[in-house]
């Protein structure tokens, strides 16, 4: 039982590149959550989803996108990479609202130049 | 809408005293409390919290919490720091589906 993983954990992008976080989960939970962390500034929800098939906008959800095509992942996309999305990101899962505990992943440190 | 506030950026402890890292929480209707212990380089692990019922809480690594709806706090507690105790902590607030986090606090344990 991994619980929640994250690929890749680190990676360095020029601006305007693209890429995609996959965070992946166990547990058969229905919830499932993208954060950033920013000195600071705790943790901040990007998007999250309440199904498969399912996602829906966050505090933060500007220049990203996600999708949740089955149940256990959960990916996060960056079109166009840019400075101010340097980050951690770190994906959660959780059951039955609102009194499950969420489980978070390792989390993934992007540097965007 | 929901909010948490960890008035301490930084708390300082010596090995083996009592320690309280702060939360006071803004809540509509009823108040679904947790908190968080983040090592360097790590993701956020669960410690504890509060749904309904007893007002004293207890976690992993003998950590507990009181809920004061009066005050409308849900402070982190340990009788007896350690060392390792030493990391970023953060409380947070159900909102409909997620969780909204406080800022963090960086307790420092000394020997």
């Known amino acids: 039982n991994a619980g929640v993983t994250q690929t890749p954990k680190f990676r360095v992008l020029k601006t305007g590149q693209s890429m995609t976080l996959l965070c992946a989960q166990d547990m058969n939970h229905e919830y499932m959550y993208w954060y950033r962390q920013d000195p600071g500034m705790g943790l901040r929800l990007i998007h999250y989803?309440?199904?498969?098939?399912?996602?829906a906008k966050g505090e933060v959800p500007d220049g990203y996108n996600v999708s949740r095509l089955k149940k256990q992942n959960f990916l996060l996309g960056l079109e166009s990479a840019a400075p101010s999305q340097t980050s951690v990101y770190f994906c959660?899962?959780?059951?039955?609202?609102?009194?499950?505990?969420?489980?978070f992943g390792p989390g993934t440190r992007l540097t965007v130049l | 809408a929901q909010s948490v506030a960890q008035p301490e950026d930084q708390v300082n402890v010596a090995e083996g005293n009592p320690l309280t890292v702060k939360c006071t929480y803004s809540?509509?209707?009823?108040?679904?409390l947790f908190w968080y212990v983040q090592y360097p380089n790590r993701g956020l692990q669960f410690l504890l919290k509060?749904?309904?019922?007893?007002?004293l809480v207890k976690g992993s690594y003998g950590f507990e919490a009181e809920f004061n709806k009066s005050q409308t706090s849900f402070h982190l507690k340990k009788p007896s720091a350690l060392v390792s105790d030493s990391a970023l902590y953060f409380c947070?607030?159900?909102?409909?589906?997620?969780?909204?986090f406080g800022k963090g606090t960086t307790l420092s344990v000394s020997s």
């Open positions: 989803s309440v199904g498969e098939g399912t996602t």
């Open positions: 947070a607030v159900r909102e409909v589906t997620a969780l909204i």
């Open positions: 959660a899962s959780s059951g039955d609202i609102p009194t499950d505990t969420q489980y």
């Open positions: 809540v509509s209707g009823n108040p679904y």
């Open positions: 509060y749904i309904t019922g007893d007002n």
